[in-house]
């Protein structure tokens, strides 16, 4: 049952069927105690790590650092953040403001995937990140509260956030122009501290020097700059270098994220109506483009979970793009076929139409004669 209130805004939905409550929660138990599993599994691999350094030899020793750091940063990991499959981005629940608050995950092995990609194929898979997580999102949302929006759509109640910069606020912008989600505010400056308020002071705006995300995408050349310009007090690089981040609140929509519709969508860009839809999409050739879009020359698949969420793969034999390409050109194939035959039976029924005026031409002159 969906209950409204007069205001028509805001939609409490209420199903408490036990299938309901099953489809609900079920993904949820699910993600859960695979989280708990990897907790496990690195807690196990972190000590064993902490026995081979105590015991072994000077090679071994060295292995078992290496191995232990990397298993207590994935312990610590997914004991404070969730975790999406295949995604360089974790979220984690912030009671008090009641908001999912997302970060990118950059020591994983998913940002080392990335590596020899352009500025321009970062750039598309970070809009592509964007648009797994929230799909997968979308699904876990489902049955939540939501408020209606102009257009008729749900708005799930639920705040997310995050701090980013650069073409990513594009993304989030184009997001919002395609309908996925529901931009609050965009706020470039540092949250004030209770000094800055009590003095009246006008809050700065964000900068940073990405560290952490250098590190993920092993940007390491910007990294020895920086650590140079520490070292040497060159505060002119140091400022050149940072760059303006910017905190973004947003709430999903209902409207699914459908890969394939998107993808079919930008390769017939010319039968998008709506201009700002239609600069959206063009946005997206980093991802969705023939021949230089991420799902095509990276190896790069969508595939569903048992609960219908989008899960993005790698490596894999037969990429997204090129078993789209095949479907649309034999869609095409059977579209153009379809003409033929439609063009064949046309032709046919006008022959015979002028056959048939022939026939009844000559009848009329066969009559007229026998008249006289």
């Known amino acids: 049952?969906?209950?409204?209130?007069?205001?028509?805004?805001?939609?409490?939905?209420?199903?408490?069927?036990?299938?309901?409550?099953?489809?609900?929660?079920?993904?949820?138990?699910?993600?859960?105690?695979?989280r708990i599993g990897k907790i496990l599994g690195y807690s196990g691999v972190a000590l064993a790590s902490i026995v081979a350094v105590s015991v072994g030899s000077?090679?071994?020793?060295?292995?078992?650092?290496?191995?232990?750091?990397?298993?207590?940063?994935?312990?610590?990991?997914n004991t404070l953040y969730k975790t999406e499959p295949g995604l360089m981005f974790v979220s984690q629940k912030k009671p008090l403001k009641g908001e999912i608050e997302i970060f990118q995950a950059s020591v994983i092995d998913a940002t080392s995937k990335m590596k020899g990609y352009t500025n321009g194929e970062k750039g598309g898979m970070m809009?592509?990140?964007?648009?797994?997580?929230?799909?997968?999102?979308?699904?876990?949302?489902?049955?939540s509260d939501y408020e209606v929006g102009e257009n008729g759509e749900k708005i799930y109640t639920q705040r997310i956030s995050t701090v980013t910069h650069g073409i990513n606020i594009k993304n989030f912008q184009m997001l919002e122009t395609l309908g996925y989600i529901k931009i609050d505010s965009m706020d470039n400056r540092h949250s004030q501290n209770l000094v800055g308020r009590i003095l009246g002071r006008e809050p700065k705006e964000k900068q940073s020097l990405l560290i952490l995300e250098?590190?993920?995408?092993?940007?390491?050349?910007?990294?020895?700059e920086i650590a140079k310009a520490a070292v040497t007090g060159d505060k002119d690089t140091l400022t050149k270098m940072k760059k303006t981040t910017t905190r973004i609140t947003f709430r999903l929509t209902d409207k699914?994220?459908?890969?394939?519709?998107?993808?079919?969508?930008?390769?017939?860009?010319?039968?998008?109506?709506?201009?700002d839809e239609r600069v959206a999409l063009r946005r997206m050739a980093g991802i969705f483009n023939h021949e230089r879009g991420i799902l095509t020359t990276k190896n790069l698949d969508i595939v569903k979970d048992r609960y219908g969420r989008d899960i993005l793969k790698y490596n894999v034999k037969e990429s997204f793009g090129m078993r789209m390409?095949?479907?649309?050109?034999q869609g095409q194939q059977e579209t153009q076929n379809l003409k033929d035959r439609i063009r064949e039976e046309v032709d046919i029924a006008e022959a015979l139409k002028r056959s048939q005026e022939q026939r009844e031409q000559q009848t009329?002159?066969?009559?007229?004669?026998e008249t006289r």
């Open 325 to 329: 390409q095949k479907r649309l050109k």
């Open 58 to 77: 000077l090679p071994v020793a060295a292995i078992g650092t290496v191995a232990g750091i990397r298993a207590g940063y994935g312990a610590i990991l």
């Open 214 to 224: 250098k590190l993920g995408f092993k940007n390491f050349g910007d990294l020895r």
């Open 256 to 275: 699914p994220i459908d890969f394939e519709e998107l993808y079919s969508k930008y390769s017939d860009l010319g039968q998008v109506e709506d201009r």
């Open 127 to 143: 809009a592509l990140q964007a648009l797994v997580g929230f799909s997968r999102y979308k699904k876990n949302l489902e049955g």
């Open 1 to 34: 049952m969906e209950k409204q209130k007069n205001n028509n805004t805001l939609l409490v939905v209420k199903n408490n069927s036990l299938q309901e409550v099953k489809n609900r929660m079920l993904p949820k138990a699910m993600d859960g105690a695979k």
């Open 364 to 369: 009329q002159k066969t009559q007229k004669i």
